[in-house]
């Protein structure tokens, strides 16, 4: 956490339809800062999500080391 209560949290994980099929992968950046008048109270500051799909499927999950978002920070 930077000292003006700025955090960045990045996910990823695996996108499927309704029928359980596995159609791709997700990576989501969300800045988040603390509102300094409440102990526990986040506002989102901004949001990066990244889609790609693939045809011949996933092959295993995707691990938060291997996420091209990482880089850009």
């Not at 700025?6 to 603390?34: A, D, P, Q, Y």
């Not at 799909?53 to 920070?73: D, H, M, N, R, Y």
């Amino acid at each position: 956490m930077e000292v003006h209560g700025l955090v960045l949290i990045l996910c990823c994980g695996t996108l499927h339809t309704h029928e359980s099929v596995s159609v791709g992968v997700f990576e989501s950046v969300f800045g988040l800062m603390r509102d300094p008048f409440s102990d526990n109270n986040w506002k989102i500051k901004n949001i990066k999500m990244q889609l790609q799909s693939s045809a011949i499927g996933i092959q295993k999950a995707p691990e938060l080391t291997q996420c091209s978002s990482l880089v850009q920070f």
